[in-house]
């Protein structure tokens, strides 16, 4: 079967349906990010549940996830914490902070995740100057351009064997042959890292679109 063939929006169903199907609390946040007027860049369900099968994978206790938006990637994050640990979510828009606040709370995470105000840049080198305890897991889902300068500012705050995740590593930017916007540069600096095993995992988004996730395992 060719790829003009193929019903990208079918299978992405499926693969929600019968994998990553929403339950209220989930689909509640969804409405409520919504009805707040904040724009619908969210993760998808199949993402949001492949982000928590690789924090429990890796038996994660502490997560940074850099861009919170409305909570609905921390909600699916925090899901897979044991009942000691700690997420930490970094967002620069305080309507959007507050949003993600409510939804937390309304899903029984409150008391597990932080969201921290202010540009995530500052945020990481205040973060490297108080001697922040390193994370099993970071995930950068922010403004594209400085994905390089959070490749940077993560990695030291990464553990040895923890994952960085980067989404949108197959955005649309991507088909230009120079690739020099912020998220191609990103994925050459993480291809290049001998100290990181990196791969791209497509992600299907519906319809016609496909973009992906970057993992990298800090050796």
């Given at each position: 079967?060719?790829?003009?063939?193929?019903?990208?929006?079918?299978?992405?169903?499926?693969?929600?349906?019968?994998?990553?199907?929403?339950?209220?609390?989930?689909?509640?946040?969804?409405?409520?990010?919504?009805?707040?007027?904040?724009?619908?860049?969210?993760?998808?369900?199949?993402?949001?549940?492949?982000?928590?099968?690789?924090?429990?994978?890796?038996?994660?206790?502490?997560?940074?996830?850099?861009?919170?938006?409305?909570?609905?990637?921390?909600?699916?994050?925090?899901?897979?914490l044991p009942p000691e640990g700690k997420l930490v979510t970094l967002e620069i828009d305080c309507?959007?902070?507050?949003?993600?606040?409510?939804?937390?709370?309304?899903?029984?995470?409150?008391?597990?995740?932080?969201?921290?105000?202010?540009?995530?840049?500052?945020?990481?080198r205040h973060m490297h100057a108080q001697g922040e305890p390193p994370f099993d897991l970071i995930?950068?889902?922010?403004?594209?351009?400085?994905?390089?300068?959070?490749?940077?500012?993560?990695?030291?705050?990464?553990?040895?064997?923890?994952?960085?995740?980067?989404?949108?590593?197959?955005?649309?930017?991507?088909?230009?042959?120079?690739?020099?916007?912020?998220?191609?540069?990103?994925?050459?600096?993480?291809?290049?890292?001998?100290?990181?095993?990196?791969?791209?995992?497509?992600?299907?988004?519906?319809?016609?679109?496909?973009?992906?996730?970057?993992?990298?395992?800090?050796?």
């Amino acid at each position: 079967m060719g790829t003009s063939e193929l019903n990208l929006q079918a299978l992405a169903d499926y693969i929600t349906a019968a994998f990553a199907e929403e339950d209220a609390v989930l689909r509640a946040a969804r409405a409520r990010m919504q009805q707040s007027g904040l724009p619908p860049i969210n993760v998808s369900p199949s993402e949001g549940k492949l982000l928590q099968v690789l924090a429990r994978l890796i038996g994660a206790q502490r997560i940074l996830e850099i861009g919170t938006l409305g909570g609905y990637s921390a909600i699916w994050l925090a899901r897979a914490l044991p009942p000691e640990g700690k997420l930490v979510t970094l967002e620069i828009d305080c309507h959007h902070a507050e949003v993600a606040r409510e939804n937390l709370a309304q899903a029984g995470l409150g008391h597990k995740v932080e969201v921290r105000l202010g540009r995530a840049a500052e945020t990481l080198r205040h973060m490297h100057a108080q001697g922040e305890p390193p994370f099993d897991l970071i995930f950068i889902d922010a403004d594209k351009e400085s994905y390089p300068e959070y490749f940077e500012l993560c990695l030291p705050l990464l553990r040895r064997g923890g994952l960085l995740l980067a989404d949108n590593a197959l955005s649309p930017v991507m088909r230009d042959p120079q690739r020099t916007g912020g998220v191609a540069r990103y994925n050459a600096l993480a291809a290049a890292r001998a100290d990181l095993a990196s791969i791209i995992v497509p992600m299907l988004r519906g319809e016609d679109r496909v973009d992906g996730l970057i993992l990298s395992l800090k050796l």
